[in-house]
């Protein structure tokens, strides 16, 4: 199992971004994909979560109604739309992956359960 994310960078508050993340060799049939970050000093967090069957998603408060999820199974991408930036959402930025839970999807994006493949991160940067 592979996951590779991009398109962190340097953008101003107010700005967008689109971080991808793609992904190869899971062999269930859902699969849960979610992107998660982490900014220097703080805990992890779970941003944002799909279901690769049905489309289901889940996001932080944090970060609901600026940022959105999407994922192409042909090109076994997942995106992140990131809109109306401000500097709190300076963080690295990793998408993981793992078998899907129906009872327990909000937990696999909270606390990661079953999320045992993770990527490399990339950084996101919002400057003031």
């Known amino acids: 199992v592979q996951l590779q994310a991009s398109g962190g960078g340097l953008v101003r508050a107010g700005e967008s971004l689109r971080l991808s993340c793609a992904w190869s060799?899971?062999?269930?049939?859902?699969?849960?994909i979610g992107w998660f970050r982490q900014a220097p000093g703080k805990a992890r967090e779970g941003v944002s979560i799909?279901?690769?069957?049905?489309?289901?998603?889940f996001y932080s408060d944090s970060v609901s109604g600026r940022f959105i999820i999407s994922l192409n199974n042909a090109k076994n991408t997942v995106y992140l739309q990131m809109n109306s930036l401000n500097p709190e959402d300076s963080a690295v930025y990793y998408c993981?992956?793992?078998?899907?839970?129906?009872?327990?999807?909000?937990?696999?994006?909270?606390?990661?359960?079953?999320?045992?493949?993770w990527g490399k991160g990339t950084l996101v940067t919002v400057s003031s």
């Open positions: 993981a992956a793992g078998e899907y839970y129906s009872g327990a999807f909000r937990h696999q994006l909270h606390r990661a359960y079953g999320m045992d493949s």
């Open positions: 060799g899971f062999t269930f049939d859902a699969v849960a």
């Open positions: 799909i279901n690769s069957q049905d489309g289901n998603t």
